[in-house]
C-alpha cells in the first residue's frame, strides 16, 4: 500500500495514550476494521474494536507450561500482558474456508468459484514475534506462483488480504513465562515486517513508521519529539525484557542435532504425556496445515469443497491410500518438532518456530519443546558444535 507521508521513517516521535482513540477513529476512516487485545472470557483475544475503550488496560498474564492466567496490573498500561492463544493467522488464513461448489445446471455440472469479500484489516497489537510468524507464512502462502501452476482461491485469498492490511506491533517491555523471542532472533524489538511499531511508556508510545503505509498514519496523529530520557527509557525497557525471557532455547545446529537424534528414548517419554490433542498446532501462529472436506446438499443439488485447518497431530493427517501411516504419538510429536525446528529450514529457508511460547501455555498438559530440545541436547554427543553456515539454516543468535 503506497500513501504520501511527510513522517520522517528513521525519526521516533512520542505519541500520547489519550491519542489511541484518533488512531482507531483515523484509521475506521480510511475503512479499516481494526483489530485489538480484547478481554474474552478471562483470556486477552484479538477481536474487532471501534473504539479505544475496548482494549484491555491494567492487566498482566502469567503463562508457564500448561498455565495462563490474568492478574491485575499497572492500571496506566495497556499492553502489559504478552500474548493470548490468538495470533494474526486467523485474520489470514481462516480455520473454515469455502473454496467453491458444483451444482446441477441444465442437466449437466456448474463450478462457482467462491469468492469472500477481502476485508481491508488494521491489527494492532501485534508482537514482534507475530510479526516474524506472518513472514513465515508469507513464505508459505504468498510466494509468487510458482510456474506452470497456479494458487488455489485460498492462497489467492491470503494474499489479498496481506497486501490490504496494516500491522500495528506494540514492542515487548513485559516478555512472558514461556517466551523465548530472544532465542529464535525474534524479538523482543520488531526490527520488520510493521507498518508501526510502539514501545509503551507510562506518558505515551514511542512510535516509529516501518512503511509508507505507517507513515500516512502516524502524520495524521498528533505526535510530539520524545525527551532524550524517554527514548533511553524506551531502549532500556527492551534490553531490560530481553534479559528476562521466560525460556530459551539453544538454536546451536538444531536442525544436525534433532536428525540425528531420531531414535531419542526422549521421544518416547514425551509421548507418554502428549495426548495427541492438536492444541500446539491450533494456537501456533505458523502451522499451516489443512485439509479439504466436500459436503452434498441433496435438496439444493449442491455440492461444496471447504478447506478447514488441520492438525499433525491428528490419526487421518498422515493417511495414504494405505491407510494412516503417522501411527504413534511419538512419530506425530517428533514429527511436528523435527518440522518446527529442523526440516522447516530446508522447505522454506526460515526457522518454523518464532518463540512465541504458546503451544508451551495451552498444551493441556504442559510440554515443552525448549526442554524437549535441551533433554535431547543433553546427552548428544556432539551437543556443542560450532554454529552451522547461514545458508545451512540456523539461527545463530
Ligand atoms: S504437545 Fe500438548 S498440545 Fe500438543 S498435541 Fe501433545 S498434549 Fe496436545
Ligand atoms: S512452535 Fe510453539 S513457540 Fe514456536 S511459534 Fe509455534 S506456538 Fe510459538
Redesign the pocket.
Known amino acids: 500500500m503506497m500513501k504520501e507521508s511527510g513522517i520522517n521513517p528513521d525519526r521516533r516521535m512520542l505519541f500520547p495514550k489519550v491519542a489511541l482513540a484518533a488512531m482507531i477513529e483515523t484509521l475506521m476512516d480510511d475503512e479499516y476494521t481494526v483489530i485489538a487485545p480484547v478481554l474474552h472470557r478471562d483470556v486477552i483475544k484479538l477481536a474487532p474494536v471501534t473504539g479505544s475503550d475496548e482494549i484491555v488496560r491494567g492487566l498482566r498474564d502469567l503463562q508457564d507450561g500448561g498455565r495462563y492466567r490474568l492478574e491485575a496490573g499497572d492500571e496506566t498500561l495497556f499492553f502489559e500482558y504478552v500474548v493470548g492463544p490468538d495470533s494474526a493467522k486467523p485474520y489470514f488464513f481462516p480455520p473454515i474456508q469455502e473454496l467453491f461448489s458444483v451444482d446441477i445446471r441444465n442437466g449437466g455440472f456448474g463450478l462457482r468459484q467462491t469468492r469472500t469479500s477481502v476485508p481491508k484489516l488494521a491489527i494492532l497489537g501485534l508482537r514482534p ?1 507475530d510479526l516474524a ?1 506472518i513472514g513465515v507464512q508469507d513464505q508459505v502462502f504468498a510466494e509468487k506462483e510458482p510456474a506452470g501452476a497456479t494458487h488455489c482461491e485460498a492462497e489467492r485469498y491470503y494474499r489479498r488480504v496481506r497486501s490490504e492490511s496494516l500491522l500495528i506491533a506494540v514492542n515487548c517491555t513485559r516478555p512472558g513465562g514461556t517466551c ?1 523471542c530472544d532465542s529464535m532472533g525474534t524479538g523482543p524489538k520488531a526490527v520488520g515486517g510493521f507498518d508501526v511499531a510502539m514501545t509503551e511508556l507510562g506518558s505515551g508510545f514511542v512510535v516509529e513508521a516501518g512503511s509508507e503505509a505507517g507513515m500516512w498514519l502516524l502524520e495524521k496523529l498528533p505526535l510530539r519529539d520524545p525527551t532524550s530520557a524517554e527514548l533511553e527509557l524506551a531502549d532500556l525497557k527492551l534490553e531490560l525484557a530481553r534479559e528476562h525471557m521466560g525460556r530459551s532455547l539453544d538454536t546451536l545446529d538444531i536442525v544436525g542435532l534433532l536428525d540425528q537424534n531420531i531414535e531419542h528414548p526422549r521421544w518416547e517419554q514425551v509421548a507418554s504425556r502428549c495426548l495427541s490433542c492438536g492444541n ?1 498446532t491450533m ?5 499451516f496445515c489443512s485439509t479439504l472436506t466436500d459436503s452434498s446438499d441433496l435438496s439444493a443439488g449442491k455440492a461444496t469443497r471447504t478447506r478447514r485447518w488441520e492438525s499433525c497431530f491428528t490419526h487421518q493427517f498422515s493417511s495414504t491410500t494405505t491407510g494412516p501411516h503417522r501411527h504413534t504419538i511419538r512419530g506425530r510429536y517428533r514429527h511436528w518438532m523435527r518440522h ?1 525446528l529442523g526440516t522447516w529450514w530446508k522447505q522454506f529457508g526460515t526457522s ?9 501455555t495451552w498444551c493441556p498438559v504442559g510440554i515443552d ?1 525448549t526442554k524437549e530440545a535441551a533433554a535431547i541436547r543433553g546427552s548428544h554427543p556432539n551437543a556443542v558444535q560450532q554454529p552451522v553456515s547461514p545458508q545451512e539454516g540456523e539461527v545463530t543468535k
Do not use: D, N, S, Y
Open positions: 514475534c510468524a523465548f500446539c494456537v501456533c501462529p505458523t502451522c518446527k518454523g518456530c518464532v518463540g512465541c511460547g504458546r503451544c508451551i519443546l
